[in-house]
């Protein structure tokens, strides 16, 4: 399989799983800055690699009124700092192709939201900064799809990809995981990211909002590193119930050592058994 680095953060090392987190969306700058720096705390104390993740608008909220977070230029500026100040990698969404050469700017990684995953150009837009791309593949797609989407990445002149598995639509505001797409997107020949938080979510659940399963987060980040994810994705939070996006299906920060202990024993027997 095609290894992806960034730096000192290998996607596709069989002994380590890499940690993508942080909030949903950047809420202010002094939470943001300080987040960043516990979670950081915690993975370097477990020698997990790590790379912060925050997007700096969430353009598909359910509602016209709720928070969509600080915008383009305000976002990256918050972005730069927690890079410059603790020397983290970011990953960031992109919506539109117009936003790609800015982000990638700032971002080490753009990723291209699970709604967004068969908009051509906004691949293409991505690919060409020559920044890893991570698509999240759609609700509504098979994990055998995601072949078409690593083809027009490649044929962009990139194979600096990354694919996520997020949960597949199961009837109305629902989300089931088969972690089946695990190995078969990974022989694609690329990395697979497991995001363990937006796949316990209940979309549209709260009819304005959607709503969310966390206490699930730790079973299927566990069935995850077992099923062969290079990486886990999880969405963060102080405190999940005030958080002003996707709080209902977001990791307690109290909650993620504990959660990355177990998830490290487990990748230490399943790196050992190849």
Request: charge should be positive; charged fraction near 20%; glycine fraction near 10%.
């Amino acid at each position: 399989m095609h290894k992806v680095v960034l730096g000192p953060v290998v996607f596709g090392d069989p002994r380590k799983f890499v940690l993508i987190g942080g909030p949903c969306v950047i809420e202010d700058e002094k939470g943001t800055l300080k987040l960043a720096a516990t979670i950081q705390k915690i993975a370097s104390g477990l020698k997990i690699p790590y790379v912060f993740k925050a997007s700096f608008d969430k353009a598909n909220r359910s509602s016209i009124r709720s928070f969509r977070g600080p915008g383009l230029e305000k976002g990256l500026k918050i972005l730069a700092r927690v890079k410059k100040e603790y020397g983290l990698p970011i990953l960031t969404d992109i919506h539109t192709p117009g936003q790609a050469e800015p982000v990638a700017a700032v971002a080490d990684i753009l990723q291209i939201p699970a709604f967004l995953c068969r908009q051509t150009d906004l691949l293409l837009a991505a690919a060409v900064t020559g920044k890893i791309v991570n698509v999240k593949k759609g609700q509504f797609l098979s994990p055998w799809e995601t072949k078409n989407i690593i083809h027009k990445l490649e044929e962009s002149g990139t194979k600096k990809i990354l694919l996520t598995e997020r949960g597949t639509s199961f009837g109305y505001n629902n989300l089931v995981n088969d972690f089946r797409a695990i190995p078969v997107m990974r022989g694609f020949g690329y990395p697979v990211v497991f995001d363990a938080t937006h796949s316990v979510q209940i979309p549209g659940g709260q009819g304005t909002a959607s709503g969310g399963l966390a206490e699930f987060i730790p079973t299927l980040a566990r069935c995850a590193v077992v099923a062969g994810a290079d990486a886990i994705f999880m969405e963060i939070h102080e405190d999940p119930a005030k958080a002003l996006s996707d709080g209902p299906n977001a990791l307690a920060l109290k909650q993620l050592k504990p959660l990355l202990d177990k998830l490290m024993e487990l990748k230490k027997v399943v790196g050992a058994e190849g």
